[in-house]
């Protein structure tokens, strides 16, 4: 097991590359002052990579109205991680595995779906439903592992689906 380490350091951008150790798993570089939100997202990331729960699961979601009930729905069984953008997402995916992200396309500062290339490497394919308000192309569903419309989607349905996109990796 490796130990997680969250840097904290006026220079952390100009030693990161400096740093290479394999007996730390390092959660994050922060630059003083602190961003409180990171350093919470950074801390979350840890804890649910070392939890025992049935998998991990990034939430890329701004509505926090949609992110509290996905949480509901979710944190007894799974460690879910949100994202509120596409820059916390793709350093969320750049430094951790999981088992199943929950893509919103419409995010504040780009597409959810800038992300997929991210999610596709050569070791690892993470499983992706898209979990949007509009309808999902047919090329871009054709991409992921399911589409789920918020306005059509029951939460017993939603928890259904999800379960068995998990256990399809597992």
Known sequence: MTLPVIVVSAIADK????VACDAFE????????????????????????????????????????????VA?????????????????AKKLVSNNRFDLVLLDIGLPDGSGL???PLLRGEDH????????????????????????????TNNEYFLRQIKQAINRKH
């Open 125 to 152: 394919q993470t499983p992706v439903v898209i979990f949007s308000a509009q309808d999902v192309p047919e090329e871009t569903a054709s991409e992921v592992l399911m589409t789920l419309v918020k306005s059509k």
């Open 72 to 88: 509901s729905l979710l944190d007894n069984e799974f460690n879910v991680i949100n994202a509120n953008t596409l820059t916390q």
């Open 114 to 116: 800038d992300i997929l």
């Open 26 to 69: 390092m959660v994050d570089w922060l630059e003083k002052p602190i961003d409180n939100n990171r350093l919470v997202n950074a801390i979350n990331t840890s804890l649910a990579a070392n939890s025992t729960k049935g998998g991990n699961i990034l939430h890329i979601e701004d509505d926090p109205d949609i992110t509290a009930i």
């Open 15 to 18: 030693i990161q590359n400096e």
